[in-house]
């Protein structure tokens, strides 16, 4: 198993799959709960990612959607690894669901495009500056959970070093570098570190600076989430205070990489962001 290796991705591909093969068969939820014993909404939310579902309910699905051999025991297997707890799972104390699932489909992302107009984006924050962001946003927080809220921030930082890393593409506004988060002296090691990540191969920095005026990205920040297999598409992930939102209709796919195309654009060249970076170092 990879360290890319996430349940949540799993059982993602796992619901594609079971409403592709009942659409194919031309059976209808109703008759497949009635095969099951169950209510038909089992089956509604089975097929949206939510509730639990065990290998044998899937091999009984199959069954009725005439899924047999290989391709049966492709999914039963994949039902199997959806059942296992990723390693965010010992966090539940400090992580809703609907965050456990971000965490769960960035476990596996091949590639990360993130736009972010008010803090550092998460998987290039220090320590301190993360801490600091945590009690300044999540309210009434205490100073444990905030600890295990970074703890866990510095855990998913892995998927930048391990033996297939995330392609992480950040744009930033100015304003977010030069927010003094935590004091100065926390800014400071804050924008040394984002400069010595950005000098890595898979990881582009860009400052979108306050002078190129309104923008596509005022709408506030988001993350688009890419995969390596076909059978997984993109998600662009929406944060707010109160929850997630997940974006996953090709439309709405389509806009979000046209937003992001454009920030790009619109922002300094890599190369030239480090250099900006460090001015702003230097007037702190």
């Given amino acids: 198993m990879t360290s890319d290796y996430s349940p949540t991705v799993r059982r993602r591909r796992l619901d594609a799959e079971l409403r592709r093969h009942r659409e194919m068969s031309g059976r209808k939820i109703e008759e497949v709960a009635e095969y099951l014993g169950c209510r038909h ?3 509604s939310r089975i097929e949206n ?7 044998g309910d899937v091999r009984l699905m199959l069954d009725f959607y005439g899924v047999h051999g290989p391709e049966a025991e492709r999914l039963i297997r994949l039902a199997r690894e959806s059942r296992v707890k990723g390693w965010w799972h010992g966090y539940g104390d400090v992580l809703p669901e609907w965050l456990a699932t971000y965490v769960g489909l960035e476990a596996e992302a091949s590639a990360s495009h993130v736009y972010e107009g008010e803090v550092v984006t998460g998987l290039l924050q220090t320590r301190d500056y993360a801490r600091a ?6 309210i009434g927080m205490s100073e444990d959970g905030a600890d295990r809220r970074v703890t866990l921030r510095m855990k998913r930082q ?4 391990d033996d297939r890393p995330v392609e992480l593409w950040a744009v930033h506004s100015e304003a977010a570098l030069r927010r003094p988060v935590g004091g100065d ?16 191969p898979h990881i582009n920095v860009q400052v979108l600076p306050v002078s190129v005026g309104e923008h596509p990205g ?3 920040p988001f993350t688009i989430l890419k995969f390596r297999e076909e059978t997984d598409p993109d998600v ?5 205070q109160v929850g997630g939102l ?25 190369e030239v962001t480090v250099g900006f970076i460090h001015k702003i170092v230097k007037e702190l």
């Fill in 49 to 55: 990612g939510h509730g639990t579902i065990r290998p």
């Fill in 218 to 220: 005022m709408a506030g």
């Fill in 41 to 43: 909404p089992k089956i």
């Fill in 236 to 240: 662009v992930y929406l944060d707010t």
């Fill in 246 to 270: 997940y974006l996953e209709k090709d439309n709405e796919i389509t806009d979000y990489t046209r937003i992001f195309d454009q920030l790009r654009r619109l922002a300094m060249d890599p």
């Fill in 158 to 161: 892995d998927r930048l070093f």
């Fill in 185 to 200: 002296a926390v800014m400071r090691k804050q924008l040394h570190h984002l400069m010595e990540l950005a000098e890595l």
């Fill in 133 to 138: 962001v945590t009690l300044a946003t999540v």
